[in-house]
Structure formats: structure tokens, C-alpha cells
């Protein structure tokens, strides 16, 4: 199947959007040789609120509506996200028709001092995060840390660490690489130390539902590895609802046609947290991950999501 006319990319226009657009865009024309393609950036509320933790901004989508109204107005053929940022419900007549093949799913520390890990960080090092996930985990093992808000893209973190603004700060290591910063990373944070928020490393394509056409280009670049795990955890956060208050973080890794699961949930200052391991057949993951979600719902019980209003 082929197009009669550029197909029209959307992104955001960050430069770590940007640059894993151009990636993609060029796995897409690897895949279907010959195709013309055109980026097209959209701006979301998450690069033009600054100054609050999106946490605060609350409501839905904040990193992805506006491309999905270039999606319905017609004005891109598909957009680009970072699988992370991507409610687990899509407006209707809207699909992710793929998802790429993984990149590392770990955070990564940076710090302005040398500091390699939080080891070295003296009691009351302030912790530059606006992410309720890492605040929790940083907190759960280091309460003698300090979280100051940090927002704006990853280059705008990275000045402001520079700059004074804290100590140290957690950036996705996949987000580093497609920068190609990674160097600016002091380490490489365990999965047990810094468990992942849900999706983390991992793009998806948003497209029209019936847009076979579009759809047809993009069936060669689709992960099914990549796509089991995030149905095991992206159904372990549809099941607790998670919103960005929720601080929240799953890992599903896969073995052959087995399943392993691992979810976790925190209350913000860290102070109490609920885990759980789930494993199973690959084939089942969107059931796993609503398993697991709903178990961490019940241990964490009514009070916990009144705790977070
Ligand atoms: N919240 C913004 C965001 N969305 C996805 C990534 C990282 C890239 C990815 O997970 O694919 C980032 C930046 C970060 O968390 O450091």
C-alpha cells in the first residue's frame, strides 16, 4: 500500500521529541522505500506551562492532545509519543497502530558535583525532580534528601542542574541517548533502586482507527516484545486509574513466551509503598497487568487515593 502524497509526522518540538521523530521517520522510509514524509511540530500544554509541576496542572493528556486534534482535524497522519506520556484511554477513533522496539527503560542521575549515585550525597542535597514516581523512590531510601520541583524538557533540566537550581537530577537514559548525551549521565540507575514509570523507553504511533492506508506503512516497524510488555503495564495502570498525581511505576520484561510483571506503588513523601510481582503467559499480559493493578489496589486500600486529593 502506498500514499499519494507526503505522509504528515506530528511531534511535539522539544528536542528530544524531535529527535526521536527523526528516528522513527527514518524506520518508517527504511520500511516503505520511496515515501515522502513531512514533520509536522504541534506545541502540547506540557511545553508551554513551564513553571508547576504538570502534576498540579492535572487533567488529562497533557503531553498529547493537541496532536491528537492535528490527528482529528486532519493536519498530521500520525503522531509521534514517547508510550510513557499516553493516557491508557484514547479518544475514540484514535489508536496507537504501533509500537517501536524498546530503548532502555532505566532513569538516569546527573549530578553538578560529581556525585555518582545517592551514596555520595550529603544529607539535604537537593534532588532537582517534578515527578511524583522518582520523588517517592528517592525519599523511600534517602528521607534525608530534599525534592525540589524541576520542569521543562530534558535540555532545560539539564541548564537548570548547571545552573545551581539542585544537586542532582533523574533523567530516562532512552531520552539521554536519542540526544545523544548520554555521557552526561553520572550512572545508570537499577530497576530496583529506580523502578521505570510505565512505558518509559518505548514510542508509540497515534493514528486514525480506519486509516488503513497509514496504518498498512507502519505494520513492518511494530515491536510485538515491546507491545506484550506495555499491555501488561499500561493494564496495571488503567486498573488503578493512574493520573499524574499517582506515583506510580511498572516493569514488565519478557522470557520466551513468559511474562514477568513488577509494580509498585507510593505514597508521594515515600513514607509507605505497595508492591507486586505477577508472572505468567506473554499471551495474557493486558490481564496480568489488571491483576497486578488491582491487587496494589487493594493493599493500598480506599485511603490511599483519598491521600493523594
Ligand atoms: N515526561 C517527559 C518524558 N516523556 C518520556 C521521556 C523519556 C523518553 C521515554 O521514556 O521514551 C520523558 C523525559 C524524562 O522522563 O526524562
New binding site residues.
Partial sequence: MSLSRPLRIGTRGSP?ALAQTGMVRDKIVAANPGLETEIVVVSTVADRILDRPLSEIGGKGL?TKELEQALFADEVDVAVH?M??VETWLPDGLAIACILER?DPRDAFLSANGADGFADLKAGSRIGTS?LRRAAQVLMRRPDLKIVPLRGN?NTRMRKLEAGECDATL??L??LQRLGMEDVARSVLGVDEMLPAVA????GIETRIGDDAVRALLAPIACARTTTALDAERGLLAELDGSCRTPIAALARIEGDRLTLDGLLFLPDGSRHWGVTREGAASDAAAIGQDAGAELKRAAGDTYFKHLQ
Fill in positions: 528530544m503531553f514517547s510513557k506520556d530503548d515527578s530534558a533523567l530516562a532512552a531520552g518509559q523507553g518505548a514510542l
